[in-house]
């Protein structure tokens, strides 16, 4: 079985290669070690301008240039975008003035790239970096918390604020929540590292029927009463990774690059 995303959402899971899993044998999945090189790649260009800070503060800096240095407020559309746009890729509808206000903003602000400006200059686009530290700075605004809240609120200000009002971009239909229900059932097979002064830990491979139990509850989706144990055979060793959503220009490769 090969679990890819097809072309046309132009979509793929990021910081991942191919996944590829023995139905029959639950062999292993491919090697993650691209994931810890991308971030560590990512890691030493911040590294470069923050040298005495250690892994956990560098995901602190980045948390903090994503807000620009404010205490983040959930109910802030313009945070909430910041802090969204790092790990599900949406994009301004450049379209009214207020979206063109958030789109400016995140560039000035929030850590957005501005990639071009039209010929009549009329119109500027932007792009939200696919960039490991600040995917993990995100991450760590959204659970890293005392708020018990918070991840409900911010779905709720994206839901209202930035979805119904017209200024995001929401795909296909049903593509941006697939988007979000697959992110979160990562996250929350991931184990909780709050202790050690950070969020969950996303560089860290997760179980794949973790991840879909967390996806679909204990339900019938696998016939779990009498199918459970087949599944668990053929995929227990199984684990996959992926921490944002990357928009891709060119057709993903039909078999995994390594």
């Known amino acids: 079985m090969l679990l890819k995303i097809d072309r046309k959402s132009l979509s793929q899971w990021a910081n991942c290669s191919?996944?590829?899993i023995s139905p029959l044998t639950g062999a292993p999945c491919t090697q993650f070690?691209?994931?810890?090189?991308?971030?560590?790649?990512?890691?030493?260009?911040?590294q470069a301008h923050l040298p005495e800070e250690e892994e956990n503060q560098l995901v602190r800096s980045a948390s903090w240039k994503l807000v620009d240095g404010h205490t983040f407020d959930a109910q802030n559309k313009h945070q909430v975008f910041a802090v969204l746009s790092q790990r599900l890729c949406i994009e301004p509808?450049?379209?009214g003035s207020e979206a063109i206000t958030l789109a400016d903003?995140?560039?000035?602000?929030?850590?957005?790239l501005i990639t071009g400006i039209s010929a009549d200059r009329r119109t500027f686009y932007t792009y939200s970096p696919s960039e490991p530290i600040l995917v993990l700075g995100a991450a760590n605004i959204l659970y890293n918390t005392g708020e018990v809240k918070r991840l409900g609120r911010v779905l709720d200000t994206f839901s209202k604020h930035l979805c119904s009002s017209g200024l995001v971009e929401k795909g296909l239909i049903g593509e941006l929540g697939a988007w979000v229900l697959l992110l979160l059932a990562r996250d929350f097979a991931t184990p909780d590292e709050s202790g050690r002064g950070r969020g969950p830990n996303l560089l860290r491979p997760i179980r794949l029927l973790t991840m879909i139990d967390n996806l679909f509850g204990q339900t019938e989706w696998t016939g779990i009463n009498e199918h459970r144990k087949a599944y668990n055979t053929a995929f227990g060793t199984a684990h996959v990774n992926f921490t944002h959503?990357?928009?891709?220009?060119?057709?993903?490769?039909?078999?995994?690059d390594r």
């Not at 990357?246 to 995994?256: F, G, H, R, S, W």
């Open 33 to 46: 070690s691209f994931v810890c090189g991308a971030f560590g790649l990512s890691q030493f260009r911040w």
């Open 105 to 112: 903003q995140s560039v000035a602000h929030h850590m957005r």
């Open 18 to 20: 191919h996944l590829s």
């Open 93 to 95: 509808v450049l379209v």
């Open 245 to 256: 959503w990357i928009v891709t220009k060119d057709p993903l490769p039909e078999m995994p």
